[in-house]
């Protein structure tokens, strides 16, 4: 193990820089757009809600696989070229979207329907009192789901080894493949891994306690 991790320590690090970006991006943009679905899908306005319903249930239920190489081998037929990174952060966001959408409609519907008509009856507009006064209950309940979808999307990242993302797992399986020691790399990576969930694991408790302390 000591062998490997001295010989490819460079590999290793530039494959744990992408799967940190790549994570960090998809999080990102997941958490924007899972949460406007959530919103859409509670709009009065039934052609959004069923464009957020269409939107959530087609990515929540086909394979990760299948839309990153959508992105990967698909549309540069049709459309535009992308590399590796770009079509496997993309899959990775829509995939993860769908489920945070879920996780967080959930969270709005959890709090009293009052405080909505209570908003709107004191003059805000919808998405003034969907920002200021339900969002900010809602994630407050839904933070250890959204957590798990958080540490998930790391663990998903790895699907870019298989759209030569450069990422971690893709640097595990050209160290495997060199040096035959399957065992010792794949133990470091998952060692990598843990490097990265273990941390926000601990961080999303971290943040749970401190909001029950304050409720």
């Not at 035959?180 to 133990?187: A, E, G, K, R």
Request: aromatic residues 16%; without cysteine.
């Amino acid at each position: 193990m000591g062998t490997i991790l001295s010989t490819y320590s460079t590999p290793l690090i530039e494959g744990f820089k992408y799967t940190l970006y790549a994570s960090l991006l998809a999080l990102l943009f997941s958490l924007i757009i899972g949460t406007l679905m959530a919103i859409f899908q509670l709009s009065h306005k039934k052609w959004v809600q069923y464009f957020a319903k269409a939107y959530v249930e087609f990515f929540r239920n086909i394979p990760l696989l299948i839309i990153v190489m959508f992105f990967y081998v698909v549309a540069p037929l049709y459309w535009f070229q992308l590399n590796g990174f770009t079509a496997g952060t993309i899959g990775l966001t829509l995939y993860t979207s769908a489920f945070i959408a879920e996780t967080v409609r959930a969270g709005i519907e959890s709090v009293p329907k009052g405080q909505l008509e209570a908003g709107l009856s004191s003059g805000f507009t919808y998405s003034k009192v969907m920002w200021y006064i339900i969002l900010p209950q809602a994630f407050k309940i839904v933070i250890p789901p959204l957590g798990n979808q958080f540490i998930n999307l790391v663990k998903n990242s790895s699907i870019l080894a298989m759209v030569a993302g450069l990422d971690l797992m893709y640097q595990g399986d050209l160290i495997a493949s060199e040096t035959f020691n399957t065992f010792d790399t794949y133990l470091i990576v998952g060692g990598f891994y843990l490097i990265l969930t273990l941390p926000l694991s601990y961080l999303m408790k971290h943040i749970e306690k401190r909001l029950e302390v304050k409720n």
